[in-house]
């Protein structure tokens, strides 16, 4: 089981990620934009961060460059999931540091798989 700090503004998306990351025997921790997403990372040191990339107030292409260049939380594999779905979105995402990019909505199974190889790795 891993700590997943998911970061999605959507009550929804946030809802369905967290019914399928726990369904997947995951501990969820949620935050509804960048800043806080930021500082719960610090504090609670996640196994992953799930990323949503249109947040209110910092993107989550800020939000993923601050974590990966920050040395409390560099190690912490950030995986953003977001309905931008051209390939330079995908570049961007991949040069803030995330390690994987998915366009929502993901199938249950394929988010599931991509996360254990991230945790187990």
Do not use: C
């Amino acid at each position: 089981m891993a700590r997943i700090l998911l970061i999605e503004d959507s009550p929804t998306d946030r809802a369905v990620f967290t019914q399928w990351l726990e369904r997947g025997g995951h501990e969820v921790i949620p935050a509804s934009n960048a800043e806080d997403g930021i500082e719960i990372a610090r504090r609670q040191l996640p196994d992953l961060v799930l990323m949503d990339v249109v947040l209110p107030g910092m993107s989550g292409f800020q939000a993923t460059r601050a974590l990966t260049r920050d040395a409390a939380t560099s190690k912490i594999p950030v995986l953003i999931v977001s309905t931008k779905h051209m390939e330079t979105d995908r570049a961007w995402g991949m040069r803030q540091g995330a390690v994987d990019y998915v366009v929502k909505p993901p199938r249950e199974e394929d988010l599931l798989e991509r996360i254990n190889q991230l945790v187990t790795a």
